[in-house]
Every structure is written in structure tokens, then in C-alpha cells.
């Protein structure tokens, strides 16, 4: 007779149906077993929240995952295989090329190599590229192998390849493995798909320099980025949404569109709003401001800075103080000023200017509040990343009962201002604290868990889609952002709401109960658009510097088609001023031809074109932005349903 001992393993797959396997069973036959098309595009797999490869034997009980392009981690372990692919080509290429790291970033791969002087441009990259793809053709397996430190040591030293022996040195004996395909070997814990043959389209982006692990005293290594994907079809479809989103780029439009800019002298960071911008910027002042008054907010104003003391009770200064802008003194009194990073502490202290009941609460004070924050000039970027911004700050003081029931109102308001500004794709995120590194956070485990659980419950009942991710939260409080996808596809973390238990407690804030006793209200911290400028930003290139009616700078453009139309246009312009609708009149001697050109550039919505026919009727010929011709009006007609087209989102 005979025994057959093998042991089980029970293997869990994400709906919770859960299926026995041999001992060492693969990833690759666990996805077999569910579908022919799932093992085809299978590229990894996860094993109990660790991503592994589909040839690594699973030994004990497991929840798992099959991962292929849709998952996030699925891209980023084909975009480092595809690290691997260009190391490879790059070693056929340059023989005696040493590497320094190769990772997967949100979109794509980069791989640090130092050629020893050799020049690297264009011309190189395309050749990379063409070997990639050659090497990709020949379905090169990634295969793991264990080895000892002393192993590792002697083949790099044998190779050369000093970086390399660098990041060796760091690791423990026991945990190293190499990654091979062809005749490549790298220095890798993985994970890797299961061979080249899935990278069926590649290209390489640019060069740069970077310093070997980022530190300046060391060498500059030129750093290669790349992205490859599972179809030619998908990179055609990603270097168009490149392209369009250079187009797009608010840096660009905002400069063409006057709508900001920046100075040296003023400083970097620090942006200056031109007369086209600042009225983009106050139309979405007014409609917030609007909603706000409806939704119960109180509209406060506050100083630009603030004593040091209030950073350091509202523990601000000890938190980023060193590391932010230094203190402003005064020459005879010598006291301390801080440019106010935030408006929370200021808030606290209007809370304070007398007794609170019960009764008065929720209290909710709004600011279009100026801050500033420390960012090394490095990490500037148009209007995202700047150092001097304007939030559309609230805080909302209430009772403990009553913060599930104001987050909800909060979270109504910002998909107010999101549907109105036509972002209609967002998720939410969750962000909680770290269970790891509690000590990073102010307050206790109760307040956190109560918080935490809260916002969840919230967003639940409006029936946001949430993902919670752990390590996020401010250190103050957990929160939830909202996560906008633009019309190209991008997300963007736009509005943000934070409830807090702490502030009001190290401002001693209180309020007097039913109980007749003194009680610390809960502090909800929130910003709908995040800051205007961030704000802004994202608005442009969602809409292409095409803005909605309401908020366009110039809603309307006046053109005579010959300076013998100049009254008539004249009396156009007036009467379209006098109805509040802003715009220009291009009275220029110039050929009716440019003048729409121009008008076409500056995005402006409507041209109203008129001439001989025009001013013995009356009327306007109207051409709309992008859209042509739409025939001749008479003007009180357009004047009616221009106002229509054009009233703000309620
Ligand atoms: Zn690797
Ligand atoms: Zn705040």
C-alpha cells in the first residue's frame, strides 16, 4: 500500500472562500486554479499583506491576493522588473556600468547608474530602449536565489560594482537574495513578475543627474526614467496624456492667461495674484462665503502672525519651529512673532473671548486665512508648493454628542464645492494614525480610537467610497481627504477635514454644560478647496484655463470688425459693464481675423463681433470659445441668456 504524507496549507482568497493546497504551492498554480485569464495576466502575488513572486512556494496558511496591472502594486512590481529589463541593456550596452538603486515611482521606474563619465542623451536613450525591447521579446524568467552576505560581497567585488557592495554592507547575513534574468544579476529583495516577456511596450523618458543616496558630498550618478507597459496600446494612450498635460500645466497657462506670477525680489514661493487671477480667486471666495453663511459659519479675520507663545501652547513651534521660519522680533520691547503657519491656534483664541454655554454650541468661524510655512526652494512648484497661501479655513467648536453630525454637514459642503466646480470622480481617504509609532502622535489611545471611528462612520453614511491608510494622520488628529481625479485622470488630494481633541485642551477652551460643569468642547479643523492657490492650480488644469462661465476673468470680448464700428462696440461694451459682466473691448486697428485669434487664446468665452448689419439691428454676433459661430442676436437677448448661463452654482 502506499502513504501519501503530503501536509495542507489553506489558502484564503480576498471574497473569504478558502481552498486547501499542498504544501509549497505557487502563486502561479493558485491562480491557474481560479481562471485561465487571471493566470494570463497574473504578475504577482500577495501573501499575507507582503507582495511575493508567483514562482515563490508557499509553505504555511495564507490570505492571498493575485495581482495584476489594475493593482497598484501589481504596476510598481512590473515597473521595477522593467528597472531590471533596462539594467540588463544598459550592461550589454555599457559593459562595466555600475548600478546604484533601481525602484518603481508612481508612474514608471528609474534606474541610478554611474558610466564613468560616458555621455548619455537622446541618442542612447533610444538605443536602450530598442535592446529592452529585444531582451523584453525573448521571455527572460526573473528567478530568485538566496545567498549569504559573504556571497553577495564576492560578486559584486568580483563585478566591480561599489555601490552595490555599499548597500550590501547595510543588510543582515540571511535576508539577502539576487534577482536573475538572461545574463543579469542584481542585488534585490523583489518581488518581480515572472519574466520579460509581459513588457510588451517601453519607453525611456529623460536623464538626470542624482547623487548616490541622495547626499551631495557624494558622486552624481545619472539617473534614467523610463515606463513600460503590458500594451503598446496603453503607451500611446499615457504619452498623449503627457503631452496634453504639459499643455496643461497651470504654470504655463496661468503665465499666458495673466493670472499669477512670481518675483525674486518678493521671494520664490510666494505668489503674486494679477488682476485676472485675483478676480478667478475672489468669484471662488464669494461662492464659498455664500454656502458657508447658509451652512451656520461665523466669518472672523485674524493677524498675520502671532506671538510665539501661541505656537508653543498649541505645540506648533515645538513640532515644526526649527525647521520652520524664524521668529520676527521686535527692537525696543524684544518680543516674538511668528508668520502664523496656521490659523487653529488664532481661532482658539477668539473662542475664548467669553464663556460658552452648551447652547451656544456648534460655533463655527470661518477664514480665507494667509498663512505661511518653511519649504526648501527645491520642493517649490508653480501654485502646489509654495510658501505663502491662503486656506479657506473653519473651525467648528462643539460638543463631544455632536461631531459625527457636523463632520456629515462638512463632508455635504465639500461635495457642494466639488460638484460645483465639475470634479465629479473623488475618493476619500481615511487617514489614521500609525499603531506602530504612537509615540509621534499628541493624545491618548481613547480620544484616537474615538476619532478614528467616527470619521469612518460618517463618511459611511454619506456613502463615500474611503480607503483608510494608517500613518497619515496629522499629529494632532486623524482626518479624512478627499482624493479629486481631474479630467485627465490624475488624482489630487483637494479638501480636508480633521477632528481634533487636543488643541481645545492645551487652549483650555471650555464650555458650560447642562450639568452646570465646565467641559472641553471638540475642535473640527476643515478646508474645502485645501488652499486657493493649491485650489486654483488644480482648477486649470482640470479645465484646460477653460473656466466655467461664472468664474471666467473675461467672460466676454467686444469686436469691432473696422474701426467704424468703435461707437457702436462702445455702446456694447457699456451696456454689457453695466450688467456686471466682465471683459474686454479690442478696439485695436487690427483685421477682425487676429482679433479673434487673440480671443480664442486667452480662452475668453464669448466674442461678440459686430459691424454694419450688427449696429443697424441692434444686435451682436455671437462666437463662442472652441465652438464657432452661433448666429446674430439682439444684444438685450444675449444680455438675458448670458445671465442665465452665467449665475454661480447655489
Ligand atoms: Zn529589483
Ligand atoms: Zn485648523
Known sequence: MKTNITMNVTITLPDGSAKEYPQGVKGSEIASGISEGLARNALAIEVNGEVWDLSRPITSNANVKILTWNDTTGKSTFWHSSA??????????????????????????????????????????????????????????????????????????????QYKLELIKDLKDGSITFYNQGNFTDLCKGPHIPNTGFIKAVKLLNVAGAYWRGDEKNKMLTRIYGITFPKQKELEEYLHLLEEAKKRDHRKLGKELELFAFSDKVGQGLPLWLP??????????????????????????????????????????????KDSFQPIHTPDENEEFLLKPMNCPHHCEIYKVKPRSYRDLPIRFAEFGTVYRYEQSGELHGLTRVRGFTQDDAHIFCRPDQVKDEFIKVIDLVLHVFNSLGFSDYTAQVSLRDPDNKEKYIGGDELWDRAEREIQEAADEKGLKTVAVKGEAAFYGPKLDFMVKDALGRSWQLGTIQVDYQLPQRFQLEYIGADNQRHTPVMIHRAPFGSLERFVAVLIEHCAGNFPLWLAPDQIAVLPISERFNDYAQHVFDKLKAQDIRGLLDNRDEKIGRKIRDAETKKIPYMLIVGEREENESKVAVRRHGQGDQGSVPLDDFVNEFQRECSAPV
Not at 508612474?107 to 535592446?131: M, Q, S, T, W
Not at 530568485?144 to 559584486?156: G, I, M, Q, T
Not at 468669484?283 to 466669518?299: H, I, S
Open 84 to 161: 531590471h529589463l533596462m539594467a540588463e541593456a544598459l550592461e550589454s550596452l555599457y559593459p562595466g556600468v555600475k548600478f546604484g538603486i533601481g525602484p518603481a515611482i508612481a508612474n514608471g521606474f528609474y534606474y541610478d547608474i554611474d558610466l564613468n563619465g560616458k555621455p548619455f542623451g537622446d541618442e542612447e536613450l533610444v538605443a536602450v530602449e530598442k535592446k529592452m525591447k529585444e531582451l523584453a521579446k525573448a521571455n527572460l524568467v526573473y528567478s530568485r536565489e538566496d545567498v549569504s552576505k559573504s556571497e553577495a560581497l564576492k560578486y559584486f567585488t568580483k563585478k566591480g560594482d
Open 276 to 321: 485676472k487671477g485675483t478676480i478667478l480667486r475672489e468669484r471662488l471666495e464669494q461662492f464659498l462665503r455664500k454656502a458657508q453663511v447658509k451652512a451656520g459659519y461665523d466669518p472672523v479675520v485674524t493677524p498675520h502672525i502671532g506671538g510665539k507663545s501661541l505656537y508653543v501652547t498649541s505645540g506648533h513651534y515645538e513640532k515644526y519651529g
